[in-house]
T-cell receptor, first 114, second 114 residues
Framework: GAGVSQSPSNKVTEKGKDVELRCDPISGHTALYWYRQSLGQGLEFLIYFQGNSAPDKSGLPSDRFSAERTGGSVSTLTIQRTQQEDSAVYLC????????????FGDGTRLSIL | QQQVKQSPQSLIVQKGGISIINCAYENTAFDYFPWYQQFPGKGPALLIAIRPDVSEKKEGRFTISFNKSAKQFSLHIMDSQPGDSATYFCAAKVGLNNFNKFYFGSGTKLNVKP
């Protein structure tokens, strides 16, 4: 079946521009997560959506970062006024709303800020 | 602070050898411990997972050993193959009010030499 789909796969933009990253989770998965992975580093939690509950935004590094999830499915991560330190791979994962369900990851969006 | 500590950062093993990656945690509320395998340019993929009421889980050449009292768990890859060369992440999940939050280790880059 279809996995988690992220687009674009690569994004190059100039410092100061806004970017939008998209995530299509697996159908039926109510939980959706965004992570940031810098080169050779681990996964940094950004935000977590679970059904209709208020999202856990505790990992967003600054107010330039925001995310929304429309209709409980597709999610968009927006970075405003991008900085060079925002360069990283942004990963999206989804999972079922049941105990001990693993996360299924997309292949990420590689964001490069010039 | 880092919730899950992973070591070593990198590992070189000869083909046929045993690869061992260790993780430690402090939060006793963690109730699910997955391991992920990540190849370059791809998202992490679930490899094997364990619950804290089990001391060992084996799937093919991959085994998780879990020591609840020591708050440590490890991944053993038996008969390591060059195709196992990848980055491995341990993770731990805490569930609260139907929110499942995952914490990841910093990753171990495994290189299996032919």
């Amino acid at each position: 079946g279809a996995g988690v789909s992220q687009s674009p796969s690569n994004k190059v933009t100039e410092k100061g521009k806004d970017v939008e990253l998209r995530c299509d989770p697996i159908s039926g998965h109510t939980a959706l997560y965004w992570y940031r992975q810098s080169l050779g580093q681990g996964l940094e939690f950004l935000i977590y959506f679970q059904g209709n509950s208020a999202p856990d935004k505790s990992g967003l590094p600054s107010d330039r970062f925001s995310a929304e999830r429309t209709g409980g499915s597709v999610s968009t991560l927006t970075i405003q006024r991008t900085q060079q330190e925002d360069s990283a791979v942004y990963l999206c994962a989804s999972s079922r709303d049941r105990p001990n369900q693993p996360q299924h990851f997309g292949d990420g969006t590689r964001l490069s800020i010039l | 602070q880092q919730q899950v500590k992973q070591s070593p950062q990198s590992l070189i093993v000869q083909k046929g050898g045993i690869s061992i990656i260790n993780c430690a945690y402090e939060n006793t509320a963690f109730d699910y411990f997955p391991w992920y395998q990540q190849f370059p340019g791809k998202g992490p993929a679930l490899l094997i997972a364990i619950r804290p009421d089990v001391s060992e889980k084996k799937e093919g050449r991959f085994t998780i050993s879990f020591n609840k009292s020591a708050k440590q768990f490890s991944l053993h890859i038996m008969d390591s193959q060059p195709g196992d060369s990848a980055t491995y992440f341990c993770a731990a999940k805490v569930g609260l009010n139907n929110f499942n939050k995952f914490y990841f280790g910093s990753g171990t880059k495994l290189n299996v030499k032919p």
